[in-house]
């Protein structure tokens, strides 16, 4: 079955520089959920989208912003990257009215 | 607001060794709730989820029940193995947005 698909799936940064995540969700899944997990850390949640449009937001910097496209795949664009941003970033999809979320195997960003 | 409290890790055991992870819960309403697996390097895998209280989710030998009395979800499994060792989320969904747990490293020693 296909599953979601992120890339690149490792990325290496400078600070102040942009990166950009991709992330295709699972066919005919509708919504997108972006998050972030630093070493050892929970996932964080950042942002979702359903249909297209934002739906939900957490804790995303202000330096950051994603969107959905026609196709349903999403970005997450990062500017003026800090070291801190430095960890892997999943990307999850759903149907809406599915319980779970299927999550892609991750991108990890280091900021040097 | 919605959140979720997992034990603390890591947690070391012998392999076959019986494996509890607490897992309690706060939310309004009345939220789904998941465990996670995320093995080394690896994105979250769905390990079981409950629905509505006295649910009991089950897969690959791991078992927890969804117990609104003591809103807690704890994952149970009889006899570990070796390769059990990762690292355990629990987590809930309410409303459409989910939480996660700090999660819980098992580390199974042969």
């Known amino acids: 079955a296909a599953g979601v698909i992120q890339s690149p799936r490792h990325l290496i940064k400078e600070k102040r520089e942009t990166a950009t995540l991709k992330c295709y969700p699972i066919?005919?899944?509708?919504?997108v959920y972006w998050y972030q997990q630093g070493p050892g850390q929970d996932p964080q949640f950042l942002i979702s989208?359903?249909?297209?449009?934002?739906?939900d937001k957490g804790s995303i910097p202000d330096r950051f912003s994603a969107q959905q496209f026609s196709d349903y795949h999403s970005e997450l664009n990062m500017s003026s990257l800090e070291l801190g941003d430095s960890a892997l970033y999943f990307c999850?999809?759903?149907?809406?009215?599915?319980?779970?979320?299927?999550f892609g195997p991750g991108t990890r960003l280091t900021v040097t | 607001g919605d959140s979720v409290t997992q034990m603390e890790g890591p947690v070391t055991l012998s392999e076959e060794a019986f494996l509890t992870i607490n897992c309690t819960y706060t939310?309004?309403?009345?939220?789904?709730l998941f465990w996670y697996v995320q093995y080394p390097g690896e994105g979250l895998q769905l390990l079981l989820k409950?629905?509505?209280?006295?649910d009991k989710g089950s897969n690959k030998g791991f078992e927890a029940t969804y117990r609104k009395e003591t809103t807690s979800f704890h994952l149970e499994k009889g006899s570990v193995q070796v390769s059990d060792s990762a690292v355990y989320f629990c987590?809930?969904?309410?409303?459409?947005?989910?939480?996660f747990g700090s999660g819980t490293k098992l580390n199974v020693k042969p």
């Open positions: 999850a999809s759903s149907k809406r009215d599915y319980l779970e979320q299927y």
């Open positions: 066919p005919r899944h509708d919504t």
């Open positions: 989208f359903y249909e297209k449009m934002q739906s």
């Open positions: 939310a309004t309403g009345y939220p789904s």
């Open positions: 409950a629905t509505k209280a006295d």
């Open positions: 987590a809930l969904k309410n409303f459409n947005k989910f939480y």
